[in-house]
């Protein structure tokens, strides 16, 4: 009663807050999304093989982020929280019944560019990558792509270093002799 409304003191700032220093380092949702969105944009892409499927993908994983963004950003753990979630929803997508469809005709050359061999490697790659399991995909888009360690891609996919190693492994053998990836003899000396 004896307190007037300018000695009324802010309970979010008090010292005895503890939340409040960690969320001055944690972005808000929408910085969060514009400073990583590419980055996350390129691994749905090279988990899907596809930009239209990879935009859809990103979107269910920061909306899935977004749902739980006061918890994930209390935590810290915003980032792998995302990742997580690519992957967990791109291999939930894989598991459904497909619906797709198939084209009939083959389709016509596309016209010469400077960009045609860049091109040509950027589809082998992805054609490469399809050949791998969802798992060796996933590690080697996370490893390597998006360059985090053995035991960040362990935390971000939920399992232990040692099944990253293997996976790990297991998807460069099967990169290293698939025949996309062998240099033509064309290029050969």
């Not at 459904?96 to 469809?101: I, L, P, S």
């Not at 995909?137 to 053995?150: G, I, N, P, Q, S």
């Amino acid at each position: 009663m004896g307190e007037s409304r300018g000695q009324r003191a802010d309970p979010a700032a008090g010292p005895s807050d503890s939340a409040a220093p960690r969320t001055r380092l944690t972005p808000s949702f929408e910085q969060f999304v514009v400073s990583r969105s590419s980055s996350l944009w390129r691994s749905a892409w090279l988990l899907t093989g596809d930009a239209h499927k990879a935009e859809d993908l990103l979107q269910t994983a920061l909306l899935k982020a977004w749902r739980r963004w006061d918890k994930i950003a209390r935590d810290g753990a915003v980032d792998g929280y995302v990742r997580r979630c690519l992957v967990t929803t791109y291999t939930d997508w894989w598991r459904r019944a497909w619906t797709g469809e198939l084209p009939s005709d083959v389709l016509p050359e596309r016209a010469a560019t400077a960009d045609a061999d860049l091109v040509e490697l950027r589809q082998d790659v992805l054609a490469a990558l399809a050949t791998l399991t969802r798992g060796q995909r996933a590690v080697v888009v996370l490893r390597y792509f998006d360059d985090l360690t053995e035991v960040q891609t362990a935390d971000a996919l939920g399992v232990s270093v040692g099944t990253v190693k293997s996976q790990t492994a297991r998807a460069l053998n099967s990169l290293r002799s698939s025949p996309l990836l062998m240099p033509s003899d064309e290029e050969t000396p």
